[in-house]
């Protein structure tokens, strides 16, 4: 048997459509993609020159430290919730909403703790509530 030997057809690719749908991609995701550059803040916190004359009445004094553990007058409480500071803060100030309230944090203590104690004083609704601060330090 013999075989003959035809014309081959060539076979090929048309990659231009292809292109066209890479670069309309490429496009694409280019235009809808959004850059984000994460930044930190440089935050210089204000310190306090002002002093507060003392009260006549004794403040009942919230105490955070940095673990986020609340104390009422240098009793900690069991429970660290917001619940359980607004019972204690109403068991010592007999519902007298003009008790002075005084909150001293650590410096580490975590934001939302302390967030939390003014919180907890707000609903109450006392109306005088300070917070401690570190008096500025003087180079001579």
Do not use: C, W
Not at 109 to 122: E, R
């Amino acid at each position: 048997m013999r075989f003959r030997r035809g014309r081959q057809e060539e076979v090929s690719v048309n990659v231009t459509p292809l292109i066209d749908v890479v670069f309309l991609l490429l496009i694409f995701f280019m235009v809808t993609t959004t850059f984000s550059r994460e930044t930190q803040l440089q935050i210089d916190l204000p310190e306090s020159q002002s002093q507060v004359a003392a009260e006549d009445e004794l403040p009942i004094e919230i105490i955070i430290d940095r673990t986020g553990t609340y104390a009422l007058n240098d009793k900690v409480l069991l429970k660290q919730d917001i619940g359980s500071l607004k019972r204690a803060l109403t068991e010592l100030s007999d519902a007298s909403k003009t008790k002075p309230i005084v909150i001293t944090a650590d410096a580490q203590t975590p934001h939302q703790s302390f967030i939390i104690a003014l919180d907890a004083v707000a609903q109450l609704g006392f109306t005088k509530v300070s917070i401690t601060t570190q008096a500025e330090a003087f180079d001579n």
